[in-house]
C-alpha cells in the first residue's frame, strides 16, 4: 500500500521557519521524482519545489527561490523542504507527491506534470 505521509506544518510569523517532511512507503524514491505543491485559499494547486530520486537535482518556483531548500534522505525514505523567511503570502495547504522520472526528462516539466502518488495536505499559515 502506497503512502505519503507529509508533516511539519504549523503557524509561525513572518521570517520564521518550518520544516515539512514526506515519508514514502510502499515505495522507494528510486526512478521517481518528488515534489512539494502548495494550495493557497481560493486559489489553484501549484508546485513550490520538486527533487529527483538522485537528489542532485531540485527545482524551486521563483517566488521560493533563495528561502526553501528540498533535500531528501534516502535511507528513510524522506524528503524534507526547509523554509525560511517565510512570508504570508506562504500560507497554504502543502502536499507532497510522487511521479516517476528518469533524467533525460526536464525536472520542472515533471514538477508540473500529474503525480502518481499524493499524500495529505499539511497546513502552513504565515501571520504578518
Known amino acids: 500500500d502506497v503512502q505519503l505521509q507529509a508533516s511539519g506544518g504549523g503557524s509561525v510569523q513572518a521570517g520564521g521557519s518550518l520544516t515539512l517532511s514526506c515519508t514514502a512507503s510502499?515505495?522507494?524514491?528510486?526512478?521517481?521524482?518528488i515534489g512539494w505543491l502548495r494550495q493557497a485559499p481560493g486559489k489553484e494547486r501549484v508546485p513550490v519545489s520538486c527533487?529527483?530520486?538522485?537528489?542532485?537535482?531540485?527545482w524551486h518556483r521563483s517566488s521560493v527561490k533563495g528561502r526553501f531548500t528540498i533535500s531528501s534522505d534516502s535511507a528513510k525514505n524522506t524528503v524534507y523542504l526547509q523554509m525560511n523567511s517565510l512570508k504570508p503570502e506562504d500560507t497554504a495547504a502543502y502536499y507532497c507527491?510522487?511521479?516517476?522520472?528518469?533524467?533525460?526528462?526536464?525536472?520542472?516539466?515533471?514538477?508540473?506534470?500529474?503525480?502518481?502518488?499524493w499524500g495529505k495536505g499539511t497546513l502552513v499559515t504565515v501571520s504578518s
Open positions: 507527491a510522487a511521479r516517476p522520472w528518469r533524467s533525460d526528462y526536464e525536472l520542472e516539466i515533471a514538477c508540473y506534470g500529474n503525480m502518481e502518488y
Open positions: 527533487i529527483a530520486s538522485s537528489g542532485d537535482i531540485t
Open positions: 510502499g515505495f522507494t524514491f528510486d526512478d521517481y521524482a
